[in-house]
């Protein structure tokens, strides 16, 4: 970004889909600008000025199945696709771009995905496969190895992310000015988006009153691999620094962490830096069930043993998607989708909401899997979205099929409509649940007159709605003042969540979250030099297992509904963003060093307390 620094792409300003904002800065691809009120007015109003800089590092997804694409070539020129991706219309674009041939010319077949975390909406080796299935004639596969993963797949930027935040006299958050620079690796094309910006960067307002705002995000070029979007992209780096931030100013301030941020939280009629402004904010709520739960404020078993917050928001995602539901011939229900299972029961909870609706139980509802010839393009999974979009597409196609019943069987049974209701797979009387008939003898009747019973929805959510979801976590965790070896004996997390309509799978992306943010906060990271990786290895590159996980500990507020059908909100990414600052803000407390770059590791800590040693 420095003047006279190698240009790695001389001739970027030509590139298609270059964002219309790039600034003149050398090897910066996109700048993201966020702004509330006047932030110069906000500094000079303020009676404190804290300034800190935080790092963050390459992280990979740690999927179980790597990236993997199979493609034939008809003799036409059709071009069939099965590949690792949880984007299958998104894919189908990038190709036609890609290969410049005609988007009606691609057909991608969905499949199961071994896990994605965010990494599975690139194209990745796709093109190669085409290019090599058409010069040989003969269907091509390719799965990268995790060495391949490791060296060359799409990881989670590195960010460098400098705060300055105003203080008032009282303890008030007045101004605060942000600049996030993420490493973009050599290419911008791996960001599953039609732009190459993280507009994670909106989180360095936290979850806090902050009436002065000003926020510059960056992608810049470099000599790296090229990185992609992993869970919550850019959340994770920026609650990292806020939350660590917020510790950091409590101490100088001399006030309980959380004291602080309770007199700094949002509340309602407060703007999110896009401008959205917020309404039900529960995040006082969310913040102080943690902190009970957890038994903030009381003491500790042993020495060297501390506790930490970390709060953050996760606005439910945006989007686009199709469902399709037709009576079957033995009275029950098929639903069809082309939003791929990613591996967090999105299936289930499609087929739950159906039988809500249709009243009828889950077993009689069966999942076909479609492609992309058979809908209209969608957004697919991603941003926390799909129980949102997908399950609300659902809700409308149901709602559809159930008049279209109801209607059928009003002509059969002599009653009107209004009279008539679904349970159990039948149609029953109202107030005579005797009278009716079974699902399978409208199927029957409409088989005769080769008109299916069936209806469908295309839903486009456009924009984000006033409500969002919160997370509030108490991390504690144990240093060993020797060696700096960190310890996460427990975390308390709070979530904000409405209806959850699985409790099993809800749960288990509260905890699976919960592990993601502890495997950035502590071990995993890729390393190398002068951009060439030398973790090529899962033995090299350490995942979380069983024995990182500490007791876990949730508390789920659903006292106030989201736009999720039924009144849900989103959890998918929420309970990862939290972790890094909770456990730095615990290791402060447990040994008095301050960790500003993840992962925090054992000899960052170790070198930490032999510098206090030496400096007393």
Request: hydrophobic share 40%; net charge neutral.
């Given at each position: 970004?420095?003047?006279?620094?190698?240009?790695?792409?001389?001739?970027f300003?030509t590139y298609?889909h270059?964002?219309?904002?790039?600034?003149?800065?050398?090897?910066?691809?996109?700048?993201?600008?966020?702004?509330?009120g006047?932030?110069?007015?906000?500094?000079?109003?303020?009676?404190?000025?804290?300034?800190?800089?935080?790092?963050?590092?390459?992280?990979?997804?740690?999927?179980?199945?790597?990236?993997?694409?199979?493609?034939?070539?008809?003799?036409?020129?059709?071009?069939?696709?099965?590949s690792?991706?949880?984007?299958?219309?998104?894919?189908?674009?990038?190709?036609?771009?890609?290969?410049?041939?005609?988007?009606?010319?691609i057909?991608?077949?969905?499949?199961?995905?071994?896990g994605?975390?965010?990494?599975?909406?690139?194209?990745?080796?796709?093109?190669?496969?085409?290019?090599?299935?058409?010069?040989t004639?003969?269907?091509?596969?390719?799965?990268?190895?995790?060495?391949?993963?490791?060296?060359?797949?799409?990881p989670?930027?590195?960010?460098?992310?400098?705060?300055?935040?105003?203080?008032?006299?009282?303890?008030?958050?007045?101004?605060?000015?942000?600049?996030?620079?993420?490493?973009?690796?050599?290419?911008?094309?791996?960001?599953?988006?039609?732009?190459?910006?993280?507009?994670?960067?909106?989180?360095?307002?936290?979850?806090?009153?902050?009436?002065?705002?000003?926020?510059?995000?960056?992608?810049?070029?470099?000599?790296?691999?090229?990185?992609?979007?992993?869970?919550?992209?850019?959340?994770?780096?920026?609650?990292?620094a806020?939350?660590?931030?917020?510790?950091?100013?409590?101490?100088?301030?001399?006030i309980?962490?959380l004291?602080?941020?309770?007199?700094?939280?949002?509340?309602?009629?407060?703007?999110?830096?896009?401008?959205?402004?917020?309404?039900?904010?529960?995040?006082?709520?969310?913040?102080?069930?943690?902190?009970?739960?957890?038994?903030?404020?009381?003491?500790?078993?042993?020495?060297?043993?501390?506790r930490?917050?970390?709060?953050?928001?996760?606005h439910?995602?945006?989007?686009?998607?199709?469902?399709?539901?037709?009576?079957?011939?033995?009275?029950?229900?098929?639903l069809t989708?082309?939003?791929?299972?990613?591996?967090?029961?999105?299936?289930?909870i499609?087929?739950?909401?159906?039988c809500?609706?249709?009243?009828?139980?889950l077993?009689?509802?069966?999942?076909?899997?479609?492609n992309?010839?058979?809908?209209?393009?969608?957004?697919?999974?991603?941003?926390?979205?799909?129980?949102?979009?997908?399950?609300?597409?659902?809700?409308?196609?149901?709602?559809?099929?159930?008049?279209?019943?109801?209607?059928?069987?009003?002509?059969?049974?002599?009653?009107?409509?209004?009279d008539?209701?679904?349970?159990?797979?039948?149609?029953e009387?109202?107030?005579?649940?005797r009278?009716?008939?079974d699902?399978?003898?409208?199927?029957?009747?409409?088989?005769?007159?080769?008109?299916?019973?069936?209806?469908n929805?295309?839903?486009?959510?456009?924009?984000?709605?006033?409500?969002?979801?919160?997370?509030?976590q108490?991390?504690?965790?144990?240093?060993?003042?020797?060696?700096?070896?960190?310890r996460?004996?427990?975390?308390?997390?709070?979530?904000?969540?409405?209806?959850?309509?699985?409790?099993?799978?809800?749960?288990?992306?509260?905890?699976?979250?919960?592990?993601?943010?502890?495997?950035?906060?502590l071990?995993?990271?890729?390393?190398?030099?002068?951009?060439?990786?030398?973790t090529?290895?899962l033995?090299?590159?350490?995942?979380?297992n069983?024995?990182?996980?500490?007791?876990?500990?949730t508390?789920?507020?659903?006292?106030?509904?989201?736009?999720?059908?039924?009144?849900?909100?989103?959890?998918?990414?929420?309970?990862?963003?939290?972790?890094?600052?909770?456990?730095?803000n615990?290791?402060?407390?447990?040994?008095?060093?301050?960790?500003?770059?993840?992962?925090?590791?054992?000899?960052?800590?170790?070198s930490?307390?032999?510098?206090?040693?030496?400096?007393?």
């Open positions: 970004m420095q003047p006279g620094a190698p240009i790695l792409h001389e001739k300003r298609q270059l964002p219309p904002d790039a600034p003149d800065i050398p090897n910066a691809v996109s700048h993201l600008g966020y702004k509330l006047n932030v110069e007015d906000g500094f000079r109003q303020a009676h404190h000025i804290f300034e800190h800089i935080f790092r963050t590092q390459w992280m990979h997804q740690g999927y179980l199945e790597p990236h993997a694409t199979a493609v034939s070539l008809e003799d036409s020129g059709r071009v069939h696709v099965w690792s991706n949880k984007m299958p219309f998104r894919l189908k674009e990038l190709l036609s771009d890609c290969l410049l041939i005609p988007e009606e010319q057909l991608i077949h969905l499949l199961p995905i071994g994605d975390f965010g990494g599975k909406g690139a194209v990745m080796d796709t093109p190669l496969c085409y290019h090599l299935s058409r010069l004639r003969r269907p091509v596969k390719m799965v990268m190895s995790y060495t391949e993963e490791l060296m060359a797949g799409n989670r930027h590195p960010a460098i992310i400098t705060l300055k935040t105003g203080v008032s006299r009282d303890g008030k958050l007045i101004a605060r000015q942000a600049r996030a620079i993420f490493n973009s690796g050599a290419y911008g094309g791996f960001k599953p988006i039609p732009n190459v910006s993280i507009v994670g960067a909106a989180k360095a307002q936290g979850c806090y009153h902050i009436p002065h705002l000003k926020i510059d995000s960056y992608c810049v070029y470099t000599n790296c691999v090229p990185c992609g979007h992993t869970r919550a992209p850019g959340d994770p780096q920026l609650i990292f806020v939350e660590s931030q917020m510790d950091m100013m409590a101490a100088e301030l001399g309980d962490p004291e602080f941020r309770t007199q700094n939280l949002l509340r309602d009629g407060d703007r999110l830096p896009q401008g959205t402004p917020l309404e039900q904010v529960r995040i006082r709520e969310t913040l102080e069930a943690a902190a009970k739960a957890a038994g903030w404020g009381t003491r500790k078993s042993r020495p060297n043993i501390g930490g917050i970390g709060i953050a928001h996760r439910i995602g945006i989007g686009d998607a199709n469902a399709e539901l037709e009576l079957e011939e033995a009275g029950g229900i098929l989708t082309t939003i791929p299972d990613t591996g967090t029961g999105a299936h289930t499609m087929r739950q909401i159906a809500e609706i249709l009243g009828m139980p077993e009689r509802v069966r999942v076909n899997i479609g992309t010839d058979q809908f209209r393009t969608e957004a697919g999974a991603g941003a926390s979205r799909v129980t949102h979009v997908a399950g609300r597409a659902t809700l409308e196609a149901a709602q559809k099929l159930k008049d279209l019943l109801l209607q059928e069987a009003s002509s059969v049974l002599g009653k009107a409509s209004g008539l209701g679904l349970r159990g797979g039948r149609v009387v109202r107030g005579n649940p009278s009716g008939l699902l399978s003898e409208l199927a029957a009747r409409a088989g005769t007159r080769k008109e299916p019973l069936k209806a929805c295309y839903l486009n959510a456009e924009a984000h709605g006033t409500v969002t979801s919160f997370c509030a108490v991390a504690e965790v144990e240093v060993d003042r020797e060696t700096g070896q960190v996460v004996l427990k975390i308390t997390c709070a979530h904000d969540a409405g209806t959850v309509i699985n409790p099993l799978g809800h749960q288990g992306q509260i905890e699976g979250g919960i592990m993601h943010g502890v495997g950035f906060s071990i995993e990271e890729i390393q190398g030099e002068q951009g060439r990786f030398s090529l290895s033995g090299d590159y350490k995942l979380p069983i024995k990182d996980i500490p007791e876990l500990r508390v789920v507020l659903t006292e106030t509904g989201g736009p999720v059908p039924f009144g849900g909100k989103s959890v998918g990414e929420g309970t990862t963003s939290p972790v890094p600052g909770a456990i730095a615990a290791v402060f407390d447990a040994v008095g060093v301050r960790i500003m770059e993840t992962p925090i590791t054992a000899e960052k800590i170790y930490a307390l032999h510098h206090i040693h030496s400096v007393k």
